[in-house]
């Protein structure tokens, strides 16, 4: 272990390089880029004389992995946000559309939903929440909301990465276009709501749902067994 972790000295700027290329991919579970970004880890690490593979599973919406369902075959086409005279698009921030989002478009009044009886204004709204994403987007679904804006307490100007992790069962309710927005934003938004005045969004996303896409897990071994194993994730 010694010998490893002597020789296994990095240079900082080389790390920051492959932190940089690593990012320009969209790295989503069922997504394509998660594919491209570890072929480009394996790519580099046969560069560097390093035995390693691709390993293949599945996603698909179905399959188990151990704990875990597989969440669908997604890949984000394009998504934006306009409200408060400003518009968020994916094109500066990938975060804008929630991970696994279904397609789709919706304009009309903004219900900020802090209480249970909230959920009576929802219909024919666009919802804004705050906490319990999944469990309440299936919520907004039945509830006749026809978008889901969410955002993330504590992060400030910051977008959140949140995901729906749908299945394919899910698909069966879940119609309506989910989209992310800053804290900040999403108070300026509650800020107007709460002196009575209404506040309007319009959302577009689109997205291509497949019927299964490649789990890839790639796999490298130094020196000679017995192994110690590192895990870390790609996505």
């Known amino acids: 272990m010694r010998e490893f972790l002597e020789e296994s ?11 940089m290329n690593i990012s320009q991919f969209h790295r989503i ?15 580099e690490l046969k560069k560097a004389g390093i035995d390693a593979q691709l390993l293949e599973d599945i996603y698909d919406g ?11 075959a997604w890949d984000l086409i394009y998504g934006e946000i306009e409200t408060l005279d400003q518009k968020f698009d994916t ?12 397609g789709g478009e919706a ?5 900020h939903i802090e209480r249970e009886e909230d959920w009576k204004k929802a219909e024919g709204r666009i919802v804004l929440i705050g906490k319990k994403w999944r469990k309440n987007y299936e919520k907004a679904n039945k509830s006749g909301a026809i978008g889901f804006i969410a955002y993330h307490k504590g992060m400030g100007r ?32 509650i800020d107007r709501l709460k002196k009575g005045e209404s506040v309007k969004a319009k959302i577009r996303v689109q997205v291509e749902i497949k019927d299964k896409r490649v789990l890839p897990m790639v796999y490298a071994e130094i020196g000679k067994p017995p ?9």
């Open 62 to 72: 179905e399959t188990w992995h151990l704990t875990l369902k597989s969440p669908i």
């Open 91 to 102: 094109g500066r921030i990938p975060l804008v559309v929630m991970t696994h989002s279904p």
């Open 9 to 19: 000295k990095m240079d900082v700027d080389e790390v920051l390089r492959h932190i």
């Open 107 to 111: 304009e009309g009044e903004i219900v």
């Open 158 to 189: 910051a977008f959140p990465y949140i995901g729906l992790f749908l299945s394919k069962n899910d698909l069966e309710w879940a119609k309506i276009p989910a989209v992310a927005v800053s804290e900040e934003i999403a108070n300026k938004i």
């Open 227 to 235: 192994y110690i194993l590192f895990t870390a994730h790609i996505c």
């Open 29 to 43: 579970q069922g997504s394509k880029e998660i594919v491209d970004a570890a072929e480009y880890i394996l790519g």
